[in-house]
Structure formats: structure tokens, C-alpha cells
């Protein structure tokens, strides 16, 4: 069974940074699309940031030039690096591994930023 185990979650400032991580037990990491997910209480799961196995990324507008994808395919792990951090951001950020009809997330790490 695939597991992925996010990290780096908490509370930050506005206008601070954090970097979140998630490493996967999956061994089909380095050709998965990764994506980063969160869900604010009363919202719809959103997509925030997803980066292909080429390297290729996208990132939902309201985070643009603030927010950075990576993957590290030695380490099996995909980071968010967040930063300056609006109250907005605020949510439950999710890790997701995606090839083909396989689809797997974590359970999600708390981030909270404060005004």
C-alpha cells in the first residue's frame, strides 16, 4: 500500500514562509505527477501546484510568484516551498501522487497564517 506522509505544516505570520514536504513509499514516484492540494473549512479541495515527471509546473493563479514546487525523484519527495504567506492560504494542504487510473494521498498537514 502507498503511503504519503506530508510535513511541515503550522502557524505563520502573514507574510512569512514555510516549506512543506511529503515523501511517498511509492515506486513509481519519479514518473507520477505530484500535486499539492488544500481545502479551507467550508471549501471545495483545491489545486494548488502539480509538477509533471519532466519537471514541468503549474500553479493556481492565487498563488503565483509566491509559491514553488519541487520534486526530488533520489528522495522520493515533492516540496511546496510557501511564501509570503497571506490568511487566505490558510487550510489543510494535501499531498497527491497520480499515474494513470493509480491515485493516492496523504492525509494532509494544517497550515495556518495569522493577520
Known amino acids: 500500500q502507498v503511503q504519503l506522509v506530508e510535513s511541515g505544516g503550522g502557524l505563520v505570520q502573514a507574510g512569512g514562509s514555510l516549506r512543506l514536504s511529503c515523501a511517498t513509499s511509492?515506486?513509481?514516484?519519479?514518473?507520477?505527477?505530484m500535486g499539492w492540494y488544500r481545502q479551507a473549512p467550508g471549501k471545495q479541495r483545491e489545486l494548488v501546484a502539480s509538477i509533471t515527471a519532466h519537471g514541468s509546473t503549474t500553479y493556481v493563479d492565487s498563488v503565483k510568484g509566491r509559491f514553488t514546487i519541487s520534486r526530488d525523484n533520489a528522495k522520493n519527495t515533492v516540496y511546496l516551498e510557501m511564501n509570503s504567506l497571506k490568511p487566505e492560504d490558510t487550510g489543510v494542504y494535501y499531498c497527491?501522487?497520480?499515474?494513470?487510473?493509480?491515485?493516492?494521498w496523504g492525509q494532509g498537514t494544517q497550515v495556518t497564517v495569522s493577520s
Open positions: 497527491n501522487e497520480r499515474f494513470l487510473s493509480q491515485n493516492y
Open positions: 511509492s515506486t513509481i514516484f519519479s514518473i507520477s505527477i
